[in-house]
């Protein structure tokens, strides 16, 4: 089972930007789906994105436009671009392995904090 560890979060003003890394500690080439979901507390965990094996990339309306997720599987890798951040952009970020609905792997998370 891969283990996922995140980093590149921070503090940030609106309209700003950051990456955030997910590096594996093997292989992500033959992992079918991978992605991000974000929580804030009390509220209900959201997909953020997601992408497949082939690199089609689905994402959530909130963060259309604005954020773009890519995968190096030389590097075993997975960003989130994410710009043009707002503060509704504040969460732990956390990537995950497998399938959406029921992912094989998560990472420990990563803050972000968008200042207004």
């Known amino acids: 089972q891969v283990q996922l560890v995140e980093s590149g979060g921070g503090l940030v003003q609106a309209g700003g930007s950051l990456r955030l890394s997910c590096a594996a500690s093997?292989?992500?080439?033959?992992?079918?789906?991978m992605g991000w979901y974000r929580q804030v507390p009390e509220k209900q965990r959201e997909l953020v994105a997601f992408?497949?094996?082939?690199?089609?990339?689905n994402y959530a309306d909130s963060v259309k436009g604005r954020f773009t997720l890519f995968r190096d599987n030389a590097k075993n890798t997975l960003y989130l671009q994410m710009n043009s951040l707002k503060p509704a952009d504040t969460a732990v970020y956390h990537c995950?392995?497998?399938?959406?609905?029921?992912?094989?792997?998560w990472g420990q998370g990563t803050q972000v904090t968008v200042s207004s």
């Open positions: 995950y392995a497998g399938p959406a609905y029921d992912p094989i792997s």
């Open positions: 093997g292989s992500i080439f033959n992992i079918n789906f």
């Open positions: 992408i497949t094996r082939g690199g089609s990339t």
